[in-house]
């Protein structure tokens, strides 16, 4: 393992801050190291595994499609892409489905229909496109131009013209910044980098009531809310209201990347032929790990009402131990099993503890754990880690 990881070092651009442990096996909810140690898996690939590792009819349908077709490219029809699009139009508000491989490339498409749309709808002024402060909506250049955190665009300028950000949960922030210029909103339904923020339903209703008023698309970037994680198939379900445009990634494979793009008729009518592509999009391999995610998800009739109900246990749990060392957690937040805790200090220690304790977690700003599991994680997996952060945070306090 050693040698192993020194390789890393030696042949893997230095992008990512890793945990020293490597992962050779998965199953469910728990995870296996090349030394024989087992862990409970509480960041899930970082939301992206709703099923969990390895799922036996994500595998299967995998295994069949490899052995089938792998690739043909969008000159030609086939039948997993097919398939796919009708069951996230079926299931969603959506009307129609453009296939990626990323959450960022969901994302770009995002971006481009909106100014397209708008700028064939009301001239070539109509570009502007608000987000979020504290938002996370990718890596290439348009969404680190559209995420509303400094340290990803450092160092990468210059950056797109045509970004606005304002403060999230501000409803007069929002309309300050809004003028005849700007095409769309670009939230996510709770912030996932940003620290697990969820806003108010109040706040929501009224940004789809400005677009609706104003032909504003809303565009809900759901790469890591969607597909069952907060405990309804799509977070938009639980604020009352639809987007125009959503993005999807990270759980919706069940592991394996891909990315969707949806929007509503009159909004996708604006891309026509040429106007947008993707060489792997649609992959027939990505899109067969797709639909088996979704239909387990969709078949399995008390999957999401209990990643609800889980989520509300953990939650309970981590709001006792917020209680108990209220000096060390500052706050408790999130919806269905996209959970934070937030630390009055650096919460790196506390990961790395978990992990010497086979347990898994991740800290995402800076100073909150974030709790992304699969969503079938058990009672007794969720007892394990809020005994052991009772442990943790007992001996910080
Ligand atoms: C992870 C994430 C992205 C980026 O997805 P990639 O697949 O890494 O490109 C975009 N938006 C949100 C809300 C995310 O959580």
């Known amino acids: 393992m050693k040698r192993l990881i020194e390789e890393a ?22 995870l296996y190291s090349t030394e024989g140690k087992e862990y409970i898996d509480f960041v899930g690939g970082i939301a992206s595994l709703p099923l969990g590792h390895c799922h036996p009819k994500v595998v299967v349908a995998i295994q069949k499609q490899a052995q089938r077709l792998i690739h043909v490219s969008n000159l030609y029809y086939t039948e997993p892409q097919i398939r796919l699009a009708r069951l996230l139009v079926q299931h969603s508000f959506a009307d129609k489905v453009f296939l990626c491989n990323s959450g960022a490339e969901a994302n770009e498409a995002a971006i481009k229909l909106a100014r397209k749309y708008s700028k064939e709808k009301y001239g070539p002024h109509r570009y502007e496109i608000i987000t979020a402060l504290n938002s996370f909506h990718g890596r290439t250049m348009a969404t680190i ?4 955190q400094q340290k990803v665009k450092d160092g990468f300028e210059p950056l797109l013209p045509g970004f606005r950000h304002v403060r999230y949960n501000d409803i007069e922030a929002l309309r300050d910044a809004i003028d005849d210029s700007v095409c769309a909103i670009m939230l996510e339904p709770i912030q996932g980098e940003g620290g697990v923020v969820v806003p108010s339903r109040e706040y929501m209703q009224e940004v789809r009531r400005i677009c609706a008023d104003r032909d504003i698309l809303l565009i809900f970037d759901e790469v890591q809310t969607g597909v069952g994680r907060t405990g309804t198939l799509f977070a938009y379900e639980q604020f009352g209201i639809e987007p125009d445009i959503m993005t999807l990634a990270k759980g919706l494979g069940g592991g394996f990347p891909i990315g969707a793009t949806l929007a509503r008729e009159h909004v996708a009518e604006a891309f026509t032929v040429g106007s947008h592509a993707s060489t792997f999009g649609g992959n027939p391999l990505a ?6 995610t979704l239909e387990t998800v969709l078949e399995d009739g008390i999957l999401l009402y209990e990643c609800k109900r889980k989520g509300e246990y953990l939650k309970s749990g981590l709001e006792q ?3 108990r060392y209220s000096s060390v957690v500052v706050d408790v937040r999130g919806m269905g099993l996209m959970l934070g805790m937030q630390l009055s200090r650096e919460c790196a220690p506390v990961v790395k503890a978990c992990l010497e304790r086979g347990i898994l ?19 007794d997996e969720m ?15």
């Open 9 to 30: 070092e030696q042949f893997l651009m230095n992008t990512y801050q890793r945990m020293p442990v490597l992962f050779q096996k998965g199953r469910g909810t728990r």
């Open 145 to 148: 131009t559209a995420t509303g």
């Open 287 to 292: 899109c067969a790990a797709a639909v088996a």
């Open 321 to 323: 131990l917020k209680e």
């Open 361 to 379: 977690i991740n800290c995402t700003a800076g100073h909150t754990l974030r709790f992304t599991p699969p969503l079938i994680i058990t009672e």
């Open 383 to 397: 007892e394990i880690l809020l005994n052991t952060l009772d442990d943790l945070l007992g001996r910080l306090s």
